[in-house]
């Protein structure tokens, strides 16, 4: 099993692109062969994340949103909007954007004022192509994502796992060591937690997983040392 996990992922590169003042993960993933790439939570900095694509000569087919706050989907429709106007014209098949959760829409309307509030400049409000919705399935790049709907740091909040690679691609819900921030007028820490511990933590302690800010971790090392999810 573990040498087929390992074969799985070793088609496979990812990149991390650090975006914008808060230093967040924008990742970019992408089949070593067919060139195919999934661009996860393009914050801003849209620039440093396109010359990847230049530079891997990547074929973008997705991007990703897990929430709504600026910093994750700040660049979003300046990274859809170059990239298909380039496609367009070369007749490949245009790329959506799709999440978070519709309950994050209010902030993907914002993205623009709030910018304004901390003088914060070249971000855009977005529309996703598609709204995602817990349980379903995300098919690109030869992974299939599932969505799991983890609200507390926002209210649409949405994680990606993809069980047969073990990874998860889990936005501001867990750090290596922390968890999301909570104290915005529409956070909820306690849902926040009980989401890691009852959708998260029980998929299994070798999933690898991707979040918006600092190292890497997994679920079994947070599940047995993250001090917000002890007890
Ligand atoms: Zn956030």
């Known amino acids: 099993m573990a040498a087929a996990l390992e074969s799985l992922m070793s088609d496979y590169r990812m990149a991390i692109v650090p975006v914008t003042q808060f230093q967040q993960n924008c990742t970019l993933l992408w089949h070593v062969e067919s060139k195919r790439c999934l661009i ?3 914050g801003g900095e849209v620039g ?22 600026l910093d994750h989907a700040g660049g979003a429709e300046a990274t859809r909007g170059t990239i298909n106007e380039d496609y367009a014209k070369r007749g490949w098949d245009l790329v959506p954007i799709l999440g978070p959760d ?32 817990e349980g379903e399935t995300i098919d690109t790049i030869g992974l299939s994502f599932e969505v799991l709907h983890c609200p507390g740091h926002t209210p649409g909040h949405v994680v990606f796992v993809e069980k047969q690679a073990r990874i998860a691609l889990v936005g501001d819900v867990l750090f290596r060591g922390s968890v999301g921030r909570t104290d915005f ?31 890497a971790s997994s679920f079994g090392v947070e599940r047995q040392s993250n001090p917000f999810l002890q007890g």
């Open 48 to 69: 440093r994340i396109l010359d990847v694509v230049v530079q891997q000569e990547l074929q973008v087919e997705t991007i990703l949103l897990t929430h709504g706050h």
């Open 102 to 133: 519709e309950r994050d829409a209010f902030l993907l309307r914002g993205i623009e004022a709030q910018c304004r509030q901390i003088g914060l400049e070249g971000m855009r409000n977005v529309v996703p192509d598609r709204y995602l919705t």
């Open 185 to 215: 007028p529409y956070g909820d820490q306690a849902a926040m937690i009980h989401a890691i511990k009852t959708k998260l933590l029980p998929l299994g302690d070798d999933i690898r997983f991707m979040c918006g800010h600092g190292p």
């Open 40 to 42: 996860v939570d393009p």
